[in-house]
């Protein structure tokens, strides 16, 4: 009988050392309240902090929370949204803590380690920052980096700002633009400024389009006057689509020639898909690394270009326009004027320079009601063929009502 009960003590001793005790799988700070569900069946109201064990689930009720997971991975909670903590392995072997969603909103970061997520039969892997959704379907927006999403032996990657859709099992959609929601606070955390600067783009670019006349626009001079930087590429006509407008492909050519991400052949086609599949240009500027404000500083400059008088300094070179005619004006500009013809009065001999009036008529013309500013100097308004042509019209004139009024 002794034996038997020294058997069984033994029993009970090793039972209670190989019994494995729940882990602690993660962090819950909550700023708020939320429920966890333990394993021992209660159900706990949180509304500080609370640790985690596999197996537990927790609900957010209100407000917001925090999920630590470790490696500086985490998991931000939308109201509502409702979490398991479990131990998986990875496809390395390793064996860590991660979260199943079960209904609602998550967003997952990891600054080092991937951070997986479950959601159903679809399991996500961020290298950077995601939003992750689950209701009918699930849904993965990229913020920062990347993500990886297999479903049902299916896989899919994510770039940053792009999304997917995984409407079933086994279905993730291709990738699109992220779509920002001007009320969303994850997306004004990570996209307002690029959701500013598309709506200033959009803008800019309506604009200069409305200022263009039918076929403006549509050649690689055209632009290449607009924006210098362009003279330093392999850019011809064949990179315009003539039927865009001209404001899409002057914010496009801006961005593509600020960038850095690849040659200009790439950027251009990268910056031109990417717009074409519905993204505002703020998120294409972010897409290739370009910053606002030398962005916006080069497209005001190259409408400045455009409104400027030819062959002033600020419009630049202008592009060729063919054979010059004799008479030109400034830049290679062909100006012609209508003759003009003195029908009253005896011929007068006239020169570029008019003398000072001893009288004062209005406007401090001749004596008699001269031509207004004839006595002010030449004309001078940077054109000289206008110019010239003003001048002799102006001291005719002038000759001709002094020889009446003389």
């Known amino acids: 009988m002794a034996v038997v009960v020294v058997a069984l003590s033994v029993t009970t001793v090793l039972g209670a050392c190989t019994r494995e005790e729940p882990r602690a799988a993660g962090r819950l700070t909550v700023d708020g309240r939320a429920?966890?569900?333990?394993l021992e069946g209660d159900l706990v109201s949180v509304t500080g902090a609370r640790?985690?064990?596999?197996?537990?689930?927790v609900r957010l009720v209100e407000g917001t929370g925090l999920l630590g997971l470790g490696d500086d991975r985490a998991v931000e909670i939308e109201t509502g949204t409702s979490?398991?903590?479990?131990?998986?392995?990875?496809?390395?072997?390793?064996t860590e803590p991660r979260a199943e969603l079960l209904t609602g909103d998550v967003l997952v970061s990891s600054?080092?380690?991937e951070a997986m997520l479950d959601a159903g039969r679809t399991v996500v892997t961020v290298s950077g920052v995601a939003r992750v959704t689950r209701s009918l379907a699930v849904s993965v927006a990229v913020?920062?980096?990347?993500?990886?999403?297999?479903?049902?032996g299916r896989s899919v990657s994510v770039p940053a700002l792009r999304q997917v859709t995984v409407p079933a099992p086994g279905l993730p959609s291709r990738a699109t633009p992220l779509s920002p929601s001007p009320s969303d606070r994850w997306d004004?955390?990570?996209?307002?400024?690029?959701?500013?600067?598309?709506n200033q783009l959009a803008a800019l670019s309506r604009g200069f389009s409305a200022q263009l006349s039918a076929g403006e626009g549509t050649s690689a001079a055209f632009f290449r006057r607009l924006l210098p930087g362009l003279a330093e590429q392999p850019f011809d006509d064949t990179f315009i689509d003539p039927a865009q407008p001209g404001g899409e492909v002057l914010v496009g050519a801006a961005i593509a020639v600020a960038g850095t991400r690849g040659n200009f052949v790439t950027r251009w086609a990268d910056v031109f898909a990417f717009h074409a599949d519905g993204a505002s240009w703020g998120l294409v500027a972010l897409d290739q690394s370009v910053d606002r404000a030398p962005l916006l500083a080069s497209v005001d400059a190259a409408i400045a270009r455009y409104a400027a008088p030819p062959g002033s300094e600020l419009a630049g070179p202008a592009p060729s326009v063919g054979p010059v005619p004799p008479t030109t004006a400034p830049s290679g500009v062909a100006t012609t004027l209508p003759p003009t013809t003195v029908t009253a009065g005896p011929p007068t001999t006239t020169t570029a320079t008019t003398a000072p009036s001893s009288g004062g008529g209005p406007g401090g013309g001749s004596p008699g009601g001269g031509v207004p500013g004839?006595?002010?100097?030449?004309?001078?308004?940077?054109?000289?063929?206008?110019?010239?042509?003003?001048?002799v019209v102006v001291d005719t004139?002038?000759?001709?009502?002094?020889s009446l009024g003389g």
């Open 35 to 38: 429920e966890v569900a333990t």
């Open 51 to 57: 640790t985690l064990r596999s197996g537990e689930e």
């Open 83 to 94: 979490l398991r903590l479990l131990f998986a392995t990875t496809s390395t072997g390793r």
């Open 111 to 113: 600054n080092g380690a």
């Open 143 to 152: 913020y920062r980096g990347s993500a990886g999403v297999e479903s049902d």
């Open 188 to 198: 004004q955390r990570f996209l307002g400024d690029a959701v500013d600067l598309g």
């Open 374 to 391: 004839a006595d002010r100097g030449p004309i001078d308004l940077g054109l000289p063929v206008v110019d010239d042509t003003l001048n």
């Open 397 to 402: 004139l002038s000759g001709l009502l002094r």
